[in-house]
């Protein structure tokens, strides 16, 4: 069953801009934490952001000033704005979710495909 569904991903130029979506399917994403994660060939997942369900962000060092995550809980959606890319931040987005608050599954989960980010000149 589909949880969270990622989508946004492509190809861009080096500095150039993405929007990233992550849609919750029969969850209301307000009472969770939603993490945006990246995997690249040969690295480990990192933990690129985070936003709580009282609306706090945190970011990794590498995205920070450059990525923005955010939500719209009218529509069950948390973004991910992503300006001026680097090759660097090529990898495939994947979004999970911790509850924090009410009552619910206490995790939520990506579809398991993610959105690929292409970042090349």
């Known amino acids: 069953q589909v949880q969270l569904v990622e989508s946004g991903g492509g190809l861009v130029q080096p500095g150039g801009s993405l929007r990233l979506s992550c849609a919750a399917s029969g969850t209301i994403v307000s009472i969770y934490a939603i993490d945006w994660y990246r995997q690249a060939p040969g690295k480990q997942r990192e933990l690129v952001a985070t936003?709580?369900?009282?609306?706090?962000?945190n970011y990794a060092d590498s995205v920070k000033g450059r990525f923005t995550i955010s939500r719209d809980n009218a529509k069950n959606t948390v973004y991910l704005q992503m300006n001026s890319l680097k090759p660097e931040d090529t990898a495939v987005y994947i979004c999970?979710?911790?509850?924090?608050?009410?009552?619910?599954?206490?995790?939520?989960?990506?579809w398991g495909q993610g959105t690929q980010v292409t970042v090349s000149s």
């Open positions: 936003i709580t369900s009282d609306g706090m962000t």
């Open positions: 999970d979710g911790r509850r924090e608050r009410g009552i619910g599954p206490p995790s939520l989960r990506s």
